[in-house]
C-alpha cells in the first residue's frame, strides 16, 4: 500500500519569499513531528532521523533525503529512502494575481515494513498541516 497526500494553500508572500523557507532542507524537516535530528550536508543533501511510535521499529531510523528536481522558486522534489519506507515530497509554487504564492505540496510514503504505511496513513495529513504552520510563521502571516 501507498499513501499520498496533497494539500495547497496561500499565502500573501512572493514566490521568492516561499522558496526560502521550502527548499531549505533544514526548514522542510523541523515541523515534522517524527523527525526527531537532521544534518543538513548541502542544499539537497540531509538526513533525517525519525522515530515512529510503531511496535515493530524500536530504533531511530535514519532516511537519507536529496532535492533530486529543483527549479527555483518554482518547484522542488525530494525523495528520501530507509531501509523501512520511501517518501517522496513535492512542493509547487506559483504565484497568485495579487502577488502572493499558491503552495501545493504532495507526499507519497511507500512502506517496507507493516505498520509504516498505516501510521502515515492517518498522521500525514497532519505533518502537511506542521509544515504549513511553519511556514505561516516563517512569513509571520496570520491564518
Not at 80 to 92: A, I, L, P
Amino acid at each position: 500500500m501507498t499513501v499520498r497526500v496533497e494539500r495547497s494553500m496561500t499565502v500573501s508572500a512572493p514566490p521568492e519569499r516561499v522558496w526560502e523557507f521550502i527548499a531549505d532542507p533544514e526548514r522542510r524537516a523541523e515541523p515534522i513531528s517524527v523527525v526527531e535530528d537532521w544534518d543538513v550536508e548541502d542544499e539537497r543533501h540531509a538526513t533525517w532521523f525519525l522515530t515512529l511510535p510503531i511496535p515493530v521499529i524500536n530504533r531511530t531510523l535514519r532516511v537519507e533525503t536529496e532535492d533530486v528536481e529543483r527549479r527555483e522558486p518554482e518547484y522542488v522534489r525530494f525523495v528520501g529512502t530507509s531501509k523501512v519506507m520511501r517518501v517522496q515530497g513535492e512542493h509547487e509554487l506559483e504565484e497568485t494575481e495579487d502577488g502572493g504564492t499558491r503552495l501545493t505540496n504532495r507526499f507519497v510514503v511507500e512502506g517496507r515494513l507493516p505498520g509504516v504505511e498505516g501510521f502515515f496513513k492517518r498522521n500525514l495529513d497532519g505533518e502537511l498541516r506542521n509544515l504549513e504552520d511553519a511556514l505561516r510563521d516563517d512569513l509571520e502571516v496570520e491564518v
